[in-house]
C-alpha cells in the first residue's frame, strides 16, 4: 500500500508563507500534486508536478503566490506557500497519479491532509 506523510501546515497570519511537503513510500507515479478542502465546500485542485518534462501547473488562484517543486530522489513533492490570504485557509491534501491533471478523479493516492489556517 503506497503510504503519503504530509507535513507542514499550520497557522500563519496573512501575507506570510508555508511550506508543506509530502513523502511518497514509492516513486513510480507520473505526477505529485496538491488540493485543498474548505469547511463546507468540494476539493479543488491547487498545484501539480509531473510529465516527462517535469512540467507544473496551477490554479488561477495561486498563481504566482504558490511554487510546486519534486525532489525525484527523495520521491517528495513540496508546495511553497507566499503572500498567504485568509481564503487560503483550507485542509491541503497531497495526492499521486499516473496521469498529470487538475482532477481529484485523476490521482490514486492521497495524504491525509494537513490544515492551513491564515488569519487576518
Known amino acids: 500500500q503506497v503510504q503519503l506523510v504530509e507535513s507542514g ?5 496573512a501575507g506570510g508563507s508555508l511550506r508543506l511537503s509530502c513523502a511518497a513510500s514509492e516513486r513510480t ?3 505529485m500534486g496538491w488540493f485543498r478542502q474548505a469547511p463546507g465546500k468540494d476539493r479543488e485542485f491547487v498545484a501539480t ?3 516527462s518534462a517535469g512540467s507544473t501547473y496551477y490554479a488561477d488562484s495561486v498563481k504566482g503566490r504558490f511554487t510546486i517543486s519534486r525532489d525525484y530522489a ?3 513533492v513540496y508546495l511553497q506557500m507566499n503572500s498567504l490570504k485568509p481564503e487560503d485557509t ?3 491534501y497531497c495526492a499521486v497519479g499516473y496521469h ?4 481529484p478523479g485523476a490521482y490514486d ?6 490544515q492551513v489556517t491564515v488569519s487576518l
Not at 498529470?100 to 482532477?103: F, I, L, S
Open 90 to 92: 483550507a485542509v491541503y
Open 49 to 51: 508536478a509531473g510529465g
Open 100 to 103: 498529470v491533471a487538475g482532477t
Open 9 to 13: 501546515g499550520g497557522l500563519v497570519q
Open 74 to 76: 527523495k520521491n517528495t
Open 109 to 114: 493516492y492521497w495524504g491525509q491532509g494537513t
Open 29 to 31: 507515479f507520473t505526477s
